[in-house]
T-cell receptor, first 113, second 107 residues
Framework: DTEVTQTPKHLVMGMTNKKSLKCEQH?????MYWYKQKAKKPPELMFV???????INESVPSRFSPECPNSSLLNLHLHALQPEDSALYLC????????????FGSGTQLSVL | DAKTTQPNSMESNEEEPVHLPCNHS???????IHWYRQLPSQGPEYVIH???SNVNNRMASLAIAEDRKSSTLILHRATLRDAAVYYC????????FGAGTILRVKS
């Protein structure tokens, strides 16, 4: 199994809502990542988890709250988002945070109204 | 993060080889050169990576200049399914994407 599974595939939320994005992998990878991608732009790194601990936060606003409950699961909790946060949110995993390749999920398309 | 420079777009004919260039003049000795591609409506997909020597896999070849300041991704026979955005990335402890090259393949 070389898949990274993201749910939901699409999400529409209001600015006062709280929602969560979920990412799962069963490859035994110990590094997991969240990226944000606006239309026609490259993915931007948001967070990196290594062995279930947050190792990199690319100055992401606190309305985005990541969580890694175990080595297979990564969540992104969303609260009080703005319309400009509408984007494709991509999850990825790799063996470690070394130089190995990343496996990406197909993303969650988020619309904030 | 060291920066890469790629052409905005390239066009190729189907069944012909494609050479996608990447300049990375500020590369450090520990940076690996990674290539990913992103097909429409999908997440990025790993293509190939290398440090100093040329590399081959089932998808592509990676030619790295001797001074490591540039590299070229080679698709040996482009197909319509290879139409995508190709990203050249210098990987140290994190993967930071640049603008990439949009590859169009004509039938």
């Amino acid at each position: 199994d070389t898949e990274v599974t993201q749910t939901p595939k699409h999400l529409v939320m209001g600015m006062t809502n709280k929602k969560s994005l979920k990412c799962e992998q069963h490859m035994g990878h110990r590094a997991m990542y969240w990226y944000k991608q606006k239309a026609k732009k490259p993915p931007e790194l948001m967070f990196v988890y290594s062995y279930e601990k947050l190792s990199i936060n690319e100055s992401v606003p606190s309305r985005f709250s990541p969580e890694c409950p175990n080595s297979s699961l990564l969540n992104l909790h969303l609260h009080a988002l703005q319309p400009e946060d509408s984007a494709l949110y991509l999850c990825a995993s790799s063996q470690t945070t070394g130089v190995e390749k990343l496996f990406f999920g197909s993303g969650t398309q988020l619309s904030v109204l | 993060d060291a920066k890469t420079t790629q052409p905005n777009s390239m066009e190729s004919n189907e069944e012909e080889p494609v050479h996608l260039p990447c300049n990375h003049s500020t590369i450090s000795g520990t940076d690996y050169i990674h290539w990913y591609r992103q097909l429409p409506s999908q997440g990025p997909e790993y293509v190939i990576h290398g440090l100093t020597s040329n590399v081959n896999n089932r998808m592509a070849s990676l030619a790295i200049a001797e001074d490591r300041k540039s590299s070229t991704l080679i698709l040996h026979r482009a197909t319509l399914r290879d139409a995508a955005v190709y990203y050249c990335i210098l990987r140290a402890n994190k993967l930071v994407f640049g603008a990439g090259t949009i590859l169009r393949v004509k039938s």
